[in-house]
């Protein structure tokens, strides 16, 4: 459990980073340092990239909280990391397919393309516990037909990674050491 919330969630695994900061004035300048980094546009007086951030994660929180706040939940996540999807297949009420199979609420979210990963990128999410929260899932019974499973693994493996630094005169160089019982 420990590695997919440091994979759904990086800034988890670098609460050690952040804890070895000694003083506000630190932390306050290595937030500085983190936004400046990824600001496109670096001479105007906006951070676009930061306001992007903040109204995803306005977003995921009024659409998609369900007992956690919508910034924590799977579908909150891809959402704030990749945008919005270009197409969202829902079944709030989940379903019946050939008269007997019945299914859990489930969405399909489709990404034409998804830089570092592919494209025609297809995420699905499932609500087994009728919450309301859609969790991440690679069950079978819920592939599309005719993908290839191996497919489907890598672009679960890739979609949890954080996404690759776009700007890499800004890069941050951060060593951390993470350790699992």
Known sequence: MAKRGCRLHPHRCGAAAWSRLGTDEEREQFIEQFWLRRDPTPDTAENEYKEEHYRRIAYA???????????????GHIYIVFGPPDE??????????????TTYPFEKWRYRWIEGIGTDIVIEFVDKSGSGEYRFTMDPSE???GTDQFERLRQFDALQKPPAVKFKDREALVDSAIQFN
């Open 61 to 75: 929180n009024e659409r998609y909280a369900s007992g956690i706040p919508g910034w924590k939940s799977d579908r």
């Open 88 to 101: 969202i297949e829902s079944h709030p009420s989940g379903g019946r397919y050939d008269g007997t199979t």
């Open 143 to 145: 592939k599309i037909a």
